[in-house]
């Protein structure tokens, strides 16, 4: 490993191939071309599967913008990656959604930051996408969106919901930030109906909109109310809805690292990106295929907003890849597919970690571990040593470096 990194720290000296300039990379390719005299408004929707999969509420909600906005074209970018909480939905909020210039933005991720364990994670990782909107050249409006587990209000995991979105509710009211909350709607609309429809329990109404899971239902569902509460919100106080948010400074005082961070991507194919060992590059044009199956990647991640610039795999037992930054802190972005690959990270050759791409999903994308580095300003290097599993099932695969920066 230490050979590894030690030869690509040459080539990296001889090559001249870097641009350690964080703010110059590769083109994203930027906002999509729009017809000349065209007045467009630009949606945007960033949370997990609820919203990857929710096309039909995100249309429901592109009809009641329309119907406020005649004679604008109403674009919708829908970006929801599934199994994803609001720390990776911050790490990648610039790369899948600030750069289109959203007119307004509409953050779903209450049920998957049901796991986080402290109250800090529930608030500074929304507080983090917060701040980056109101960064943007054209601070877009920002609305809470609450997404419902179909559990009854006595259970234990309505209770650690609701207390997350209790924790979410302190960010929105610091920002004057809109919040439409699912369950509660869903919770009125079983009031209203309950006797007519002869429901005994909430649950009596859970069934007609999800499917059954265990003793339970699928949380993917619902969407027909996720749309109703979205269109009554809009309704009932359409100008609280489309409010600016207030100019506040950072609510997570304790936690201003992380709320007010910005974050960038190198992506695979960046001039920034050195290599050794044998890497293969998979885009849109040429897609990893396999002929046993064991190994797949999704077609959504060649899609907006998956790793438009590709994916790198190693494709040998050993290799390495590298990069100058002056970020405080990096990660890797990588596809699920490569769960059980790690790699050992050296900071201006010292020893200095490893990275794990582990998951119990296949073809969702991740985040690795957070690498810190001196966060002084200066230029730093750092490598990535991987050696392949002995699993065949298991490769080294990725779409983009992070780096997140601190004031």
Not at 113 to 136: G, H, P, W
Request: overall charge negative; hydrophobic content about 30%; aromatic content about 14%.
């Amino acid at each position: 490993a230490v050979i590894a990194a030690l030869r690509l720290e040459q080539f990296m000296k001889k090559s001249g191939t870097y641009n350690p300039d964080p703010y110059t990379d590769v083109d994203r390719g930027g906002t999509p071309e729009k017809n000349a005299g065209e007045d467009v408004y630009t949606a945007a929707f960033i949370g997990g599967s609820l919203t990857a999969g929710g096309s039909l509420w995100i249309s429901e909600t592109k009809k009641v913008l329309e119907e406020h906005m005649p004679g604008k074209t109403v674009r919708t970018i829908n970006a929801g990656k599934g199994g994803t909480t609001s720390q990776y939905g911050a790490a990648r909020f610039m790369e899948d959604v600030g750069q289109y210039a959203p007119d307004i933005v509409f953050v779903e991720f209450a049920v998957n930051d049901t796991e986080f364990s402290t109250e800090n994670q529930a608030k500074m990782y929304m507080e983090s996408i917060v701040r980056q909107c109101k960064k943007l050249t054209k601070e877009p409006i920002v609305v809470f969106l609450y997404a419902p587990y179909p559990v009854e209000k006595d259970s234990d995991l309505y209770k650690k919901w609701a207390q997350g979105v209790a924790w979410k509710e302190e960010v929105a009211r610091h920002y004057g930030i809109k919040s439409i909350n699912i369950y509660d709607y869903m919770q009125n609309d079983y009031a209203k109906t309950k006797e007519e429809n002869g429901y005994n329990e909430f649950t009596d109404y859970l069934k007609k909109l999800y499917q059954a899971s265990g003793s339970g239902f699928n949380v993917h569902g619902g969407y027909p109310k996720y749309a109703e509460a979205i269109r009554e919100a809009f309704t009932q106080n359409y100008d609280e809805c489309m409010s600016p948010m207030k100019n506040a400074g950072v609510y997570c005082k304790a936690e201003k690292d992380i709320a007010d961070a910005e974050y960038k991507q190198i992506s695979v194919d960046s001039p920034r990106m050195n290599y050794a060992g044998n890497w293969k590059f998979y885009t849109a044009a040429e897609q990893f295929t396999t002929d046993d199956g064991k190994i797949s990647i999704n077609s959504g991640h060649y899609l907006y907003p998956y790793f438009t610039h590709g994916i790198a795999q190693l494709e040998n037992d050993k290799g390495a890849f590298g990069f100058d930054t002056t970020a405080a802190a990096v990660s890797i972005s990588y596809s699920a597919a490569t769960a059980g690959s790690s790699a050992t990270v050296y900071i201006d050759q010292k020893e200095s970690g490893t990275v794990s791409c582990q998951s119990i999903y296949h073809g969702v994308n991740y985040n690795t571990n957070w690498i810190s580095l001196p966060n002084d300003g200066k230029t730093h290097r750092v490598i990535f040593v991987v050696d392949r599993p002995s699993n065949d099932n298991y490769v080294f695969r990725f779409g983009s470096i992070i780096e997140r920066y601190t004031k």
